[in-house]
């Protein structure tokens, strides 16, 4: 078993920045990917970034991509994620995910997941 707990979240204005953390405990996530996804009021939950073994590896949504920076540190089994020039429609509770299987991240159907942090961005 995994337990995911993200941290991070929070009330920041338009343009602002804010990072998110996640931290695995049960076993070593070395050889898992990770991810984060959100989830807006009345909307589905919507794939955000997802990361490798190795830092290079990342993959990102479109609407985020260039503002959002995914990282992991194996060391402190952790993933974090570097949100800057942050917009309103950013706001959603972001949810920290874990899995041995590239495909089953990817699509939103990991085995493990953290409970959620909201973020929240005024204009």
């Known amino acids: 078993q995994v337990q995911l707990v993200e941290s991070g979240g929070g009330l920041v204005q338009a343009g602002g920045s804010l990072r998110l953390s996640c931290a695995a405990s049960g076993r070593t996530i070395r050889c898992y990917y990770m991810g984060w996804f959100r989830q807006a009021p009345l909307k589905e939950l919507e794939f955000v970034a997802a990361i490798g073994w190795s830092n290079s590896d990342t993959d990102y949504a479109d609407s985020v991509n260039g503002r959002f920076t995914i990282s992991r540190d194996n060391a402190k089994n952790t993933v974090n994620l570097q949100m800057n020039r942050l917009k309103p429609e950013d706001t959603a509770v972001y949810y920290c995910?874990?899995?041995?299987?590239?495909?089953?991240?990817?699509?939103?159907?990991?085995?493990?997941w953290g409970q959620g942090t909201q973020v929240t961005v005024s204009s």
């Open positions: 995910a874990v899995d041995p299987a590239w495909d089953r991240l990817r699509t939103g159907k990991s085995t493990y």
